[in-house]
């Protein structure tokens, strides 16, 4: 269980703190600092499937030669396909949209928005999970500083998601607690998502390859869909690509230098 605690407080933790900058800034993140944030976290999450997932997902697989690739392309392709999924049938709203995606919902604007953050939450948590598993089980490729640099890119990613949620709520009228609650809450399925993995670690041993590149599909799902259009969006969309270059070799320097 000590194994296992970093990766389910650490990236809750950055959540939590980045949800809190509600107490400390009087006014909504303007524009430019969402597009930097929204960059940075998108960095960190390419990466972390990379360096993360992938890699060691292929490295697991050595022993079918030129065939290695294979459990993660099907895998890669599977979370893609659920997150597609997930998109189409959880009815949510991304920040600075009109129009909420998903099946029509009577469901509030302000739970559309968590549920919009909590989607793209759920791979996270299943990363982690994933690793922590590998790691207490002894896969191949997995090591634990690779892990903790995993929970750790997360936690830093979460930091300005927890900021970018619970911002514009307290701008549309929600009180600072609330505001914060929510933002919580937003991060509260990824030590969810990671402890139900690890729980099924004996399970998904055989599927480890698999399973990792599927938490890597999933991940550049959310990258490609929602964070890199937010990222681009008005004029000076180089701010956003250069916080997305900061955040890839954050993560990059942190997996090889822990792990």
């Not at 948590?125 to 994933?130: D, F, H, L, N, S």
């Not at 089980?137 to 979460?158: C, K, V």
């Not at 990824?190 to 729980?199: F, S, Y």
């Not at 698999?210 to 799902?221: D, E, K, N, V």
Request: aromatic share 8%; charged share 10%.
């Amino acid at each position: 269980m000590e194994t296992l605690l970093p990766g389910l407080l650490i990236p809750f933790v950055g959540t939590s703190l980045g949800a809190a900058c509600v107490f400390f800034l009087k006014n909504d993140l303007k524009m430019s600092v969402q597009r930097a944030l929204t960059g940075f976290a998108a960095g960190v999450m390419v990466a972390a499937s990379i360096w993360s997932l992938i890699v060691p997902a292929i490295e697991q697989c050595s022993d079918k030669g030129r065939l290695a690739f294979l459990p993660a392309f099907i895998g890669f392709w599977t979370g893609i396909l659920f997150l597609l999924l997930l998109d189409h049938v959880i009815p949510h709203l991304h920040r600075n949209a009109d129009q909420a995606e998903g099946p029509r919902s009577r469901i509030t604007r302000t739970t559309m928005m968590v549920l919009a953050v909590t989607l793209h939450n759920i791979p996270e948590g299943m990363a982690v999970g994933v690793v922590y598993a590998g790691l207490m089980t002894h896969s191949e490729g997995i090591t634990a500083g690779g892990a903790f640099a995993l929970a750790l890119g997360i936690a830093i990613q979460n930091f300005p998601e927890g900021a970018i949620i619970s911002m514009p709520l307290f701008s549309e009228g929600k009180s600072k607690p609330r505001s914060f609650g929510l933002g919580v809450i937003s991060g509260a399925v990824e030590p969810i998502g990671t402890l139900l993995t690890v729980l099924a670690a004996a399970l998904i041993i055989p599927l480890m390859p698999y399973l990792l590149s599927f938490a890597a599909g999933a991940m550049i799902y959310v990258v490609v869909e929602e964070l890199i259009p937010e990222m681009s969006v008005g004029k000076h969309s180089n701010i956003g690509v250069l916080m997305f270059s900061c955040g890839f070799t954050v993560m990059m320097a942190l997996d090889v230098a822990l792990g």
